[in-house]
């Protein structure tokens, strides 16, 4: 019999936590993301794992990362001003290459911001909120069953490639309710950390990325003694300035997801084969955009979308190719143009791509859309 | 006794001369520290224990006369 | 599909009965809903507000801007959300707490909800099954059970909703879908 | 015994200046963990930011080097995954009491089973010699050039208000003393603090004209006294060595694991 809940998103990004493995979760609460926390608080102590609360944002990625790395699926959920605490170990797990998820409930901001009101201001957060060169995979979702699908693939993908992944959605779907199926057990394939094969006692390397980019890990604490660090390091974790050791792991941290487009950008496409004007949009305001697409085909209009589900590494092929069919894009999201800046970016002819956008703590409408394809068509608006 | 000083990993300090009650070694200003006196050493361990390089080890060698 | 919204103050459960609604129509009969809620500042006695879209298809766009059915338990939902109403679109409230004026473009049903006490949201959801045709009356019960178990407070409060609207001979209105 | 045989030899000689008080600690540490007969594989330590958090660079146990401030919070997440391993997590004065204060005071409350060592020299090291929250009033410093007015916390009084249940103060000069003291914290269950007054002869010690690190270390031996002792009764200007708190209380480990026995009990939620 199907498992068929009626849950709010956030319990929804939970349960595909719980269903990926997730044993570890340490967390400050902070609207709107700590129905998370509350109910992982309830779920993990039965099953002999770890929920703990830490005294804020910045404590409970280090512990995330400390579980992670003695062997744990690890998570920590968090809102705008917490994911700015956040920032300093973020940049450690990517330096130092250690699996975790981190969920990002984005609320309106600057600082405290909008705290129950939807945006989607983070984009450029989630990517260059760290400082330095690096790479990161961001994945978003706009429905409950999308985002217990994503979730569940951020932990497949921070184990791939033994990287943080941010999970980034909106107050909108973290506080609404709706239909979630849960799939069966191993409907959805579930990436187990690759081990390293050295034995107790031999030189082993935590640091040396086989060909394909993974590195084998050895549960920290366990058969073999190495080092951590938030330093250039060498293959056995120890620091190192040498040149050549700074430059090869950057860009084996850079390479590692940006050359990975085809296996690490997640899209969707609605009504898109024959489309003249095509939308793309993410999260809660793809939702909107989807709305407007069908309430536009049963007048015959041919517009498509194409939904963003991996925003970081940008999909540039796939959205290059999608722009490049059609006469105009309008990219549609609830902050001034993060996501439209990229699609300009990669667009052949910027010139014909357009932001359909709200920025006031409001849920875009389909009116809101309609008016930017009304100024695009040169008739005007109404209102 | 036996006092060994790692002599490489020995940084000069003078710690272990200030403090060695019976004064069996010394540091001379830019040299490394030095068992100058070892029939003086009384095997206390004060010097391996205060030097901050873990540079000394004392062996307390059993002599058979 | 059917677009509703449910208001009161803090402490009077529309919340619960617009998610127990939606879950009836969801788990129950196999159709689609969302169910999306906003609070006062106030953690109790606040305004409250909750938006429930029961449909055959999917539910994308889940905001209400003018809905088929408003409830209002509370005067001062009344004075802020009267406008989200379709014009001639249905305004049930309670006959006591809520005063509604002669401009509403309503279809009005007043109602005793809040004489049952804490069981008043309960009885507006028997109010909306035997009024519309949003979800069976059966399905709610499943749900109401599923929730509260034998608890006939419940089902008794449910049960004097349907009754209600059979007692002010009032007949099932055709909205939504 | 050889401490030599706990350290990873192809980093030595190690990088403090010459006299450093911390090389002292490492020495008192690794024969405390000697005498303990802990195995190199038991030992986890995480070090954060500073002149401090080199150590973690030179032991052979599993080591990590983290962020300024958080090592207590990175430590915190491994023992709670794996609570059979001995954390250890030696910090510097600022990086224990200033950016890691938080963490500090609520790892002390939690009394999760972890040693923390506060190497304080009163000064930060490796940024040059800038005041830390324990330098106290009266100290030069690059960033207090006319004497800092900044009072100091007393780090032993901050762990007992905040719940650690083992807090103890030595110096660098007291040395069996120390390796006593860092044996009591390793074996007592729940969070231990041991602070070690540590020299700093090459910012510090040249900033205030304290002499060199054999003259620091008379200091040490001259300006503190035992708990308890006449010295300390009769000069209560003398600052206080020995051990302020050595009280059980439940660990937050077993605490946790209780919490999880007991929840098994119940029907599963979801």
Redesign the interface.
């Known amino acids: 019999m199907k498992d068929i809940r009626f849950i709010q998103g956030n319990e929804a990004c939970t349960l595909g936590a719980l269903y990926a493995g997730m044993d570890f979760f340490a967390g400050y609460p902070i609207t709107p993301s700590s129905e998370i926390a509350e109910m992982l608080s309830g779920e993990l102590p039965p099953r002999g794992h770890t929920f703990i609360q830490m005294e804020d944002e910045i404590a409970s990625l280090c512990a995330v990362i400390g579980g992670s790395l003695t062997g744990r699926k690890a998570m920590t959920a968090t809102s705008g001003p917490g994911f700015s605490l956040m920032q300093e170990a973020l940049g450690y797990a990517v330096m130092a290459e250690i699996p975790c998820v981190i969920v990002n409930v984005m609320r309106g901001g600057p600082s405290t911001g909008l705290p129950t009101q939807v945006s989607q201001g983070d984009v450029n957060q989630a990517r260059w909120g760290i400082h330095g060169d690096h790479a990161i995979i961001a994945l978003t979702a706009g429905s409950h069953q999308a985002l217990f699908e994503n979730t569940v693939r951020a932990f497949n993908l921070a184990e791939t490639f033994r990287t943080p992944v941010i999970l980034l959605y909106d107050e909108l779907i973290a506080h609404m309710r709706e239909r979630l199926e849960i799939p069966s057990e191993g409907e959805i394939p579930l990436v187990e950390r690759l081990m390293t094969s050295v034995p107790r006692d031999v030189d082993y390397r935590p640091y040396l990325a086989r060909e394909d980019g993974r590195l084998p890990m050895s549960d920290f604490g366990g058969a073999h003694r190495y080092n951590v660090t938030g330093l250039y390091h060498d293959m056995w974790g120890f620091p190192s300035t040498d040149p050549s050791v700074v430059r090869g792991l950057l860009s084996h941290l850079v390479e590692k997801i940006e050359g990975r487009e085809n296996e690490l950008t997640f899209t969707r496409e609605y009504e898109t084969e024959d489309a003249e004007t095509l939308l793309i949009s993410y999260g809660s305001a793809a939702r909107t955009a989807r709305q407007t697409v069908y309430e536009a085909r049963d007048k015959g209009i041919r517009m498509g979308l194409l939904e963003l589900e991996t925003l970081w590494p940008f999909p540039e092929r796939k959205v290059r190719d999608a722009v490049a069919g059609v006469n105009e894009t309008v990219v549609v999201e609830m902050n001034l143009g993060q996501v439209f800046e990229q699609v300009r970016r990669v667009a052949r002819s910027p010139e014909r791509v357009f932001l359909a956008n709200r920025i006031d703590g409001r849920f875009i409408t389909p009116p809101d859309i309609r008016k930017v394809l009304r100024i695009i068509a040169g008739k005007g608006v109404w209102a | 006794m036996q006092i060994i000083i790692?002599t490489?990993?020995?940084?000069?300090?003078?710690?272990c001369a200030?403090?060695c009650p019976t004064g069996a070694l010394s540091v001379e200003p830019g040299e490394k520290a030095r068992a100058t006196d070892v029939e003086a050493c009384t095997g206390c361990g004060?010097c391996?224990?205060?030097?901050?390089?873990?540079?000394i080890?004392i062996i307390k060698v059993e002599v058979s006369i | 599909m059917l677009k509703l919204i449910f208001t009161g103050v803090g402490g009077q459960g529309i919340i619960t009965a617009g998610i127990i609604l939606a879950e009836a129509a969801v788990l129950e009969e196999g159709r689609y809903a969302t169910q999306s809620q906003s609070y006062g500042a106030e953690a109790r006695g606040g305004l409250t507000r909750t938006d429930i879209i029961i449909s055959n298809r999917e539910v994308l766009y889940p905001k209400i801007e003018q809905a088929h059915i408003l409830a209002i338990l509370h005067q001062r939902g009344y004075t802020a959300h009267t406008g989200t109403l379709r014009p001639g679109g249905v305004l049930i409230f309670d006959e006591e707490a809520v005063n509604v004026d002669d401009k509403t473009d309503a279809r009005r049903i007043p109602m005793p909800i809040l004489e049952n006490g804490r069981g008043a949201n309960i009885t507006l959801l028997g109010i909306l099954c035997a009024l519309t045709a949003a979800v069976d009356p059966e399905a709610v019960r499943k749900i109401l059970h599923r929730r509260y178990g034998e608890d006939s407070a419940n089902y008794e409060a449910f049960d004097r909703g349907l009754s209600l609207v059979s007692e002010r001979g009032l007949s099932p209105l055709l909205v939504g879908f | 015994m050889?401490?030599?045989n706990y350290?990873r030899k192809r980093f030595?000689?190690?990088l403090?200046?010459?006299?450093?008080?911390?090389?002292?600690v490492?020495?008192?540490l690794?024969?405390s963990v000697d005498e303990l007969g802990l195995s190199k594989e038991d030992i986890v330590m995480v070090t954060g930011i500073g002149c401090s958090a080199r150590m973690a660079g030179y032991v052979d146990f599993h080591t990590m080097h983290t962020l300024h401030g958080r090592a207590l919070a990175f430590a915190t997440g491994i023992k709670m995954s794996r609570p059979e391993l001995n954390l250890i997590v030696p910090m510097g004065d600022g990086d224990a009491l200033a950016i890691g204060g938080n963490h500090f005071i609520h790892a002390s409350r939690r009394n999760l089973d972890i040693t923390a060592i506060i190497m304080n020299n009163h000064i930060y090291g490796m940024t040059g010699g800038q005041f830390s929250p324990l330098s106290g009033p009266g100290t030069t410093a690059t960033t207090a050039p006319r004497g800092s007015i900044d009072p100091a916390f007393d780090a032993m009084d901050l762990a007992k208000a905040a719940g650690a249940t083992y807090a103890a103060r030595t110096t660098?000069?007291h040395?069996?003393e120390l390796?006593k003291m860092l044996t009591g914290a390793i074996s007592h269950k729940g969070f231990s603090v041991v602070e070690v007054f540590s020299q700093c002869?090459t910012y510090y010690g040249r900033k205030n004209n304290t002499g060199?690190?054999?003259e620091m270390?008379k200091a040490f031996r001259d300006e503190t006294a035992k708990i308890g002792s006449k010295t300390l009764d009769e000069n209560p200007e003398l600052i206080p060595r020995g051990v302020f708190v050595d009280r059980d209380a439940v660990d937050y480990g077993e605490a946790y694991a209780e919490l999880c026995r007991n929840a098994a009990k119940e029907a599963p939620r979801c």
């Open positions: 790692k490489d990993w020995c940084k000069s300090c003078g710690i200030a403090f004060l391996e224990r205060l030097c901050p390089d873990l540079a080890e | 050889n401490v030599q350290v030595l000689p190690h403090w200046c010459p006299g450093c008080g911390h090389g002292t490492l020495n008192a690794l024969r660098t000069f040395v069996r390796q002869p060199d690190a054999p270390l």
